[in-house]
């Protein structure tokens, strides 16, 4: 069973920010592309961003120039910074490990208008 343990979540006002962390296992981050998704209410969950092991980013449209995703080798941990947040921001976010076929709990993330 993998382990991936999500942080960060919480309320905030358009136009805020806020900072989302997947901490995971030393093997399953040296090894995982890692995403982040988002499931708003009623909704699908649908990918926000993604990094490779290598490094490389992907964006939904929508997290474009506002998100940013990151991964940090010495921590095992892969992080979105999410700035100038809407409310269609609003939902759970997962963090998934994509090899590994592997989702984190969720953590809230709330934008008020």
């Known amino acids: 069973q993998v382990h991936l343990v999500e942080s960060g979540g919480g309320l905030v006002q358009a136009g805020g920010s806020l900072s989302l962390s997947c901490t995971a296992s030393?093997?399953?981050?040296?090894?995982?592309?890692m995403a982040w998704y988002r499931q708003g209410t009623g909704n699908q969950r649908e990918l926000v961003a993604a990094i490779t092991v290598g490094g490389i980013t992907n964006y939904a449209e929508s997290a474009k120039g506002r998100f940013t995703i990151s991964r940090d080798s010495a921590k095992n941990t892969v992080t979105l910074q999410m700035n100038s947040l809407k409310s269609e921001d609003t939902g759970v976010y997962y963090c998934?490990?994509?090899?590994?076929?592997?989702w984190g709990q969720g953590t809230q993330v709330t934008v008020s208008s």
């Open positions: 030393r093997i399953i981050f040296k090894f995982n592309n």
């Open positions: 998934y490990a994509t090899m590994s076929k592997s």
